[in-house]
């Protein structure tokens, strides 16, 4: 234990970075809330910034002064000017917006000499006195008093450098780019992290609840799982798979959850990286790229032995730039997890190329970031909208089901949504159609309120300011990337102004400084000097906005390639009548060959589908054709890869968990208001035809059809079409229109249906917990599988 004389001199032999560390520590420790180190070029004194709550919830702001050494007269002037800065100059808070500073503390590690602190006091005109003046003996008595000594034992240095880690890690959480436009270009003041709920749900498991309406089980499992509470997450050693959409959400409850692991578990080591910026090659290394993080920020080694918990935040597995560098990144995860002190949580649009690498299923807890519902959509629309009428209105845009139909339903969209119609922007009775028009009037806003309201005179030209934008985006977008250096950005700008006579590039600085400082469009990441636009589907938005008839080969080539997804998406809602993309697709010219490329293939299809909703029934259909074909492809590769697994869950699959797979992936991704008069179509040249399709598909569509319209029909239709249909449909049809309590249109043939099932239940109940490579010839059509285990025979035909 240090004596306060040691504390005394360990204290001033700290340097100022060293010393403002020690000081937030100390803060917290006397329970003061929001202990930030806040010094830079930008802080107007501020070294450190706090506050504490009176009796009556009150917020009474603190800021720090803080200096090396001892203050003398020469000394003075600065520390007079930084003071008054602080009680002049308002603190721009993340959450509580500008703050004015009440108190400051100034802090030496030294002593104050002379006649300094009367001085001090003396240049600032305000009666109350806000100052409060310490030197090292009062901080090494409060530490002392605080049991921090250990701050400065044999491990000072690590324990230093920890605090400088967690500094650094935990501003960076705080720091989300995405809803910085509320506040810097709308006014609107959220808590990014706490005013955003988020539902996470696997939906892999609502495969077992659904199973048990066929067969007697013993086992029950509930039908989703929301994700745990953040103490079962610290808890918990197993690495975590968050997936969504675009916009879903998954970088602000990815950031979320690594702030509330430093809440509750201080000693914890936290790393937060964006894989875009750190996974560059096929050389990459995850525990080296922490290691060196940590010795650039704090100059001390990371040690992995010293039984912290390592919590490592992976965000973006969608956004590195091809498959090999995402094949690299999850041999490193793997690796990493072994050492059982460390756990990793891992972000990702798609996650086919996860799912389907059986060490990630077995290993990763895996959950989905579900569309936000009718009342989560309401919440965020009242936090952004304060005018009654509008939050009436916005209400009804969102009961409106087309609108619901339209858009993704998540947190950036909605928000979107509702500051469009805050700004006047839109009209309840013309909404937007489609994400593409969506995101069109909100560029459209942008670029109008960029000097608007800002006191500035000068008005850049609105198309020169467009044409500018979208050609930054289209620049990143087609060179794989996400972020320019500074050195490249005013290159690739230099090089614009001397292609085209645009004005506002007269000065291609300037007018850098003037897109960051006005609007929030592009941001620049201090941390690195690197430049991004605040959300990537934006990069993507302006890079389809900029594409012509004669890109088209680039969106066909490009279809089953993540990167090129939504720009693919957001150029059909460009042209909503007609799309030479899908029609080129839909000829299955080449035709997906592997598992993930069929996936990809009825996945992103059915979203370009989406978007160009004024396309034709027969141009339609046709794209529904060939998506039911490769599905049809991707069923038999589904059970092919459950024969051939070697985790013994998947070898057990029955024919039954083949029929709940298929028929939740055609509700995801086939299941559509826009596609239904279509697929009714197809579904009426079945009949006439069945064995153009295997049953599952059949079966698929008609269970699809008949939760439209509420009605058994389409049901009892898809087993009257094959005189040789096989008895587990009876039983499978049969419960699926008690279950789902649908309307019988001949209750004299569901009836027979129930005996058809009867007679043969204990056929059918072997057929449901058999392997499925049993029942491999009656799934598929295809020629017995030549192995010791052949199929058992339908005696019962």
């Known amino acids: 234990m240090l004596t306060r004389k040691e504390l005394k001199d360990k204290i001033r032999n700290l340097d100022e970075k060293n010393f403002r560390q020690v000081l937030s520590q100390l803060y917290e420790k006397m329970e003061y809330i929001d202990v930030r180190i806040t010094h830079g070029t930008q802080e107007f004194g501020k070294d450190l910034v706090f506050y504490e709550e009176d009796k009556f919830g009150e917020k009474i702001w603190f800021a720090c002064v803080v200096k090396k050494g001892d203050a003398n007269q020469s000394l003075y002037g600065d520390i007079s000017r ?123 498991n609502l495969l077992f609840e659904e199973r048990k309406n066929y067969v007697e089980e013993k086992e029950h499992k509930i039908s989703f799982k929301i994700l745990p509470e953040i103490a079962e997450i610290i808890i918990s050693k197993k690495p975590y798979l968050l997936n969504g959409i675009a916009t879903s959400g998954k970088t602000t409850i990815l950031k979320k959850l690594g702030k509330d692991f430093l809440k509750l578990n201080p000693s914890g080591r936290l790393f937060f990286f964006e894989l875009n910026k750190i996974a560059k090659d096929t050389s990459f290394d995850l525990q080296k790229t922490a290691e060196g993080f940590f010795l650039n920020l704090t100059g001390v080694d990371f040690d992995w032995l010293d039984n912290s918990k390592v919590l490592i935040l992976l965000d973006g597995l969608d956004e590195t730039s091809d498959d090999e560098i995402r094949s690299c990144i999850i041999v490193e995860i793997l690796k990493l997890i072994k050492n059982p002190n460390c756990q990793i949580i891992i972000t990702s649009r798609s996650i086919d190329f996860l799912t389907a690498n059986n060490q990630i299923e077995s290993n990763f807890e895996r959950f989905e970031l579900l569309p936000l519902n009718y009342n989560e959509m309401v919440q965020i629309g009242n936090k952004i909208l304060s005018d009654p009428s509008q939050a009436k209105n916005f209400v009804h845009l969102v009961k409106n089901s087309e609108l619901l139909n339209s858009f993704p339903k998540t947190p950036l969209t909605t928000i979107l949504l509702a500051i469009l119609l805050k700004e006047e922007k839109i009209d309840v009775k ?73 004005d506002i590039l007269s000065n291609p600085s300037e007018f850098l400084n003037n897109l960051c400082d006005r609007s929030s469009l592009l941001i620049r990441d201090s941390s690195d000097g690197t430049y991004k636009f605040f959300h990537l589907t934006l990069q993507e938005y302006l890079t389809a906005a900029t594409l012509t008839n004669n890109d088209e080969r680039l969106l066909t080539d490009n279809f089953l390639n993540d990167w090129w997804l939504n720009p693919n998406i957001f150029y059909a809602g460009k042209h909503p009548s007609d799309s030479n993309v899908l029609r080129e697709i839909s000829s299955l010219k080449t035709f997906p060959y592997e598992f993930d490329e069929k996936m990809k293939f009825i996945i992103n299809t059915s979203k370009v589908l989406k978007a160009v909703h004024l396309w034709d029934h027969e141009n339609r259909k046709r794209t529904l054709i060939s998506m039911l074909k490769v599905f049809e492809g991707m069923i038999s590769d589904v059970i092919s890869a459950y024969i051939d697994s070697e985790i013994l869950t998947l070898r057990n699959k029955s024919l039954l968990d083949v029929v709940l797979w298929s028929r939740s992936f055609f509700l995801e991704f086939l299941d559509s208001e826009q596609f239904t008069d279509t697929l009714k179509s197809i579904f009426e040249d079945m009949k ?110």
Request: with cysteine.
């Open 688 to 797: 006439v035809s069945p064995s153009s399709y295997n049953d599952i598909i059949r079966y698929c569509l008609s269970y699809s059809l008949s939760l439209k319209e509420g009605n058994s029909i389409y049901l009892e239709e898809f087993i009257e079409s094959d005189e040789l249909m096989n008895p587990r449909w009876f039983k499978i049809v049969f419960v699926d229109i008690n279950v789902k309590k649908l309307n019988r249109s001949n209750n004299k043939l569901i009836l027979k249906f129930k005996q058809k099932a009867f007679e043969n239940k204990k056929y059918i109940q072997k057929q449901f917990q058999d392997r499925v490579k049993v029942h491999y010839t009656s799934i598929t059509g295809l020629p017995p599988l030549r192995n010791n285990e052949i199929e058992t025979p339908d005696a019962s035909l």
């Open 82 to 204: 930084q003071v008054a800065e602080c009680l002049v100059k308002p603190f721009d808070h993340h959450i509580y917006g500008k703050v004015k500073i009440t108190r400051v503390f100034v802090v030496v590690s030294g002593s104050y000499k002379d006649n300094t602190k009367a001085l001090i006091t003396e240049s600032i005109k305000n009666g109350e006195n806000p100052i409060k003046y310490f030197e090292g003996s009062n901080i090494a008595e409060l530490i002392e008093w605080k049991d921090l000594g250990y701050l400065f034992d044999e491990q000072e240095n690590l324990s230093v450098a920890n605090a400088l880690h967690k500094e650094f890690v935990i501003n960076n959480l705080i720091n989300n780019t995405t809803l910085k436009f509320l506040e810097a270009d709308f006014g609107i003041l959220l808590d990014e992290m706490d005013d955003f709920s988020i539902n996470v749900r696997a939906k892999s």
């Open 430 to 502: 013309e909404l937007p159609k489609n994400i593409s028009e969506l995101y069109s009037k909100f560029i459209d806003l942008f670029l109008n309120k960029w000097d608007k309201g800002k006191g500035i005179s000068e008005q850049y030209k609105y198309a020169e300011k467009e044409y500018v934008i979208k050609s930054l985006a289209q620049e990143l977008h087609k060179n794989n990337k996400i972020s320019f250096s500074e050195e490249d950005i005013l290159k690739f700008l230099n090089s614009l102004k001397k292609e085209r006579p645009i």
